[in-house]
């Protein structure tokens, strides 16, 4: 009898332990099975996938994917976290957003889980003499306050620390940050402003609210515009790095000038990614802050990502900044803002502003994700993924000041055609749905009643382009909208399958989602003559269009097709067009909507 230890851990102890290389040895079998004959590393590398910045994540990660040291939470390169208890203490802030005045909307936020509030003055938000009105009712020292108002953020912050002066906030309680970010206002709307009086601004916090920042470094302008992590984070370095010199010149010192910056990033669905993102950013700015001779940790605020943000199905949002909204807490952000689900709509209601403030509750108190400091921390994947990351990152930081710096970059145009590039690659998978996009191109719903919205006010433009994911497809949809107003129905197309449910269902099925993302529906009762269609799709087997393809499509057009796809790959006679997985569906579905007469 073999007497296994006693570690309570005992089941499968007598196996030998597998090795990498037998790991690989089954990879070749399953592959050589699919007709790729590789072996060894190569067969791994089969399965890896390749990101945007160059990125490639592996099937598989062991001890040997060795990192950089990421240190310990609340010491350099803060990899780990700014804070030594991370955010054990309380959870991160829940900073809700407000671009509008609404009655009880603000303190709804806070008697019910927001801790800060981020609200937009003058262009694009709420009037800059609406900014009494918008924080009557509040604390003022318990609530920290962050602006966000551009061009105006001189007047808007002169206004705040008025009424903290007139409600008798003493100056050490004061929280928050007066939002002034000249270049992230160039980035939006192509103007350039003066930098002196945010020095000033900086200046007298520094001076006289130790508690409150002056300065946001805010990144999201070059994550609208379709920029990559590795060119968010390039771009928010080139901006701190240009405010502290500006700071400095201005005769603050370094810790002084790094101490008045806050910087804003996007969480993505993508969570592993967003994870790395804000590990990878702490260190960058750890080394810039070393090298400055001002050593300290990024202060973070994190918020779900416009860009992601569907129009259709917009229900599906709420998972979207769910996993966001996981990603930024166990990356270490130090605020989160849940964007409310119907955020690309229009001026969210109070429903979707609850949604938005217990999706962090949830989350910190009743899933406790903040009780651990670094959740991800010791993963080898997420170790790998956060030094990728920041390699990539740092050298476009680098190419930014070897072109003269952020402002010179944003004026030359070249920041423009980096993040150009980057979204037209990124839109080429849209299109073909590798990257899919749940509600939109991937399983819409074409019944769905739409939700509408008062119109959100308008925000600044003439600089950087903003973009969504959905914006090729929602084209598309606006298009079949129109028709359905117009007429009464929608386009149609008629799936005609062969075979038995066996044979076509799962053709049928893509067929319809393929369609349905372009706002076309299909029709699968009845016959072609009753289907009010004049496009049809064969669906079924291999197998079975080689015996009946050709004689099928010739019996749709004597029925009046005028068009015939295929479900599938081939070459029929008699067929039009071919869709199947990785075709681009937005060449398909906009060449069918010009056929069919719906513009």
């Not at 920042?213 to 302008?221: C, F, G, I, S, W």
């Amino acid at each position: 009898m073999t007497v296994l230890p006693d570690d309570g851990l005992s089941l499968a102890a007598e196996f030998p332990d597998a090795t990498h290389e037998q790991w690989q040895r089954l990879v070749e079998g399953v592959l050589r099975k699919s007709g790729k004959e590789v072996s060894g590393a190569a067969a791994e590398d089969a399965l890896s996938t390749t990101l945007e910045d160059g990125l490639r994540t592996r099937p598989l990660y062991t001890a040997r994917d060795a990192a950089p040291d990421p240190g310990l939470p609340g010491f350099a390169p803060y990899v780990r976290g700014g804070r030594p208890e991370g955010n054990t203490a309380g959870g991160w802030d829940v900073r809700q957003r407000h671009t509008a005045l609404s009655e009880h909307a603000v303190l709804a936020d806070l008697e019910n889980g927001g801790t800060s509030l981020w609200l937009v003055l003058g262009e694009g938000g709420i009037p800059l003499d609406g900014l009494g009105r918008a924080l009557e009712g509040v604390y003022l020292d318990l609530a920290p306050v962050v602006l966000d108002a551009g061009r105006d953020t001189e007047q808007a912050a002169e206004a705040l620390l008025r009424l903290y002066d007139g409600k008798g906030v003493d100056a050490a309680a004061v929280r928050g940050n007066l939002g002034g970010d000249p270049l992230g206002h160039e980035a939006r709307t192509g103007t350039a402003l003066d930098f002196a009086p945010y020095a000033a601004l900086a200046a007298r916090c520094a001076e006289q609210y130790p508690g409150l920042r002056a300065l946001t470094v805010d990144a999201l302008p070059y994550h609208e515009a379709g920029g990559s992590a590795a060119q968010e984070l390039g771009a928010s370095l080139a901006t701190g790095v240009a405010y502290l010199r500006e700071l400095t010149e201005a005769g603050l010192g370094v810790e002084q000038a790094a101490g008045q910056l806050e910087f804003r990033y996007a969480a993505t669905a993508d969570q592993f990614l967003t994870i790395a993102k804000l590990r990878a950013a702490r260190r960058l700015w750890a080394r810039v802050a070393e090298v400055c001779g001002a050593p300290g940790a990024q202060v973070q605020h994190v918020v779900t990502s416009p860009v992601m943000m569907a129009r259709r199905d917009p229900w599906v949002n709420m998972l979207r900044t769910t996993v966001a909204t996981l990603a930024a807490g166990v990356g270490g952000a130090d605020s989160v803002t849940v964007l409310p689900f119907d955020h690309a709509l229009g001026l969210p209601d109070a429903f979707a502003r609850r949604i938005a403030r217990n999706t962090s509750t949830i989350l910190i108190e009743e899933s406790h994700l903040a009780r651990v400091i670094d959740p991800a921390g010791g993963s080898w994947y997420v170790e790998q993924l956060t030094d990728q990351l920041a390699q990539a990152a740092w050298e476009f930081f680098r190419t930014i000041e070897r072109d003269g710096g952020q402002a010179a970059v944003l004026r030359s145009g070249r920041l423009r055609t980096d993040l150009a590039t980057t979204w037209a690659e990124r839109s080429k998978k849209l299109a073909k749905r590798r990257e899919p996009i749940t509600g939109v191109s991937e399983f819409p719903l074409l019944a769905e009643k739409p939700v509408d919205r008062e119109p959100a006010p308008e925000p600044p433009s003439g600089g950087l382009p903003r973009v969504r994911r959905d914006e090729a497809y929602e084209e598309l949809r606006a298009r079949s909208d129109a028709h359905l107003a117009a007429t009464g129905a929608r386009p149609r197309i008629f799936l005609a399958t062969i075979g038995s449910a066996a044979a076509y269902t799962a053709r049928a099925t893509f067929a319809a989602n393929l369609f349905q993302a372009g706002g076309i529906e299909p029709v699968t009762d009845g016959t072609f003559e009753d289907s009010g269609a004049t496009e049809a799709v064969l669906c079924s087997s291999d197998a079975l269009y080689a015996e009946q393809a050709e004689q099928a499509a010739e019996s749709l057009r004597a029925a009046g097709a005028r068009h015939v796809f295929l479900a599938g790959r081939g070459e029929y006679a008699g067929i039009d067009s071919y869709v199947f997985a990785g075709c681009d569906a937005i060449d398909v579905l906009s060449a069918t909507l010009d056929r069919m007469g719906v513009s």
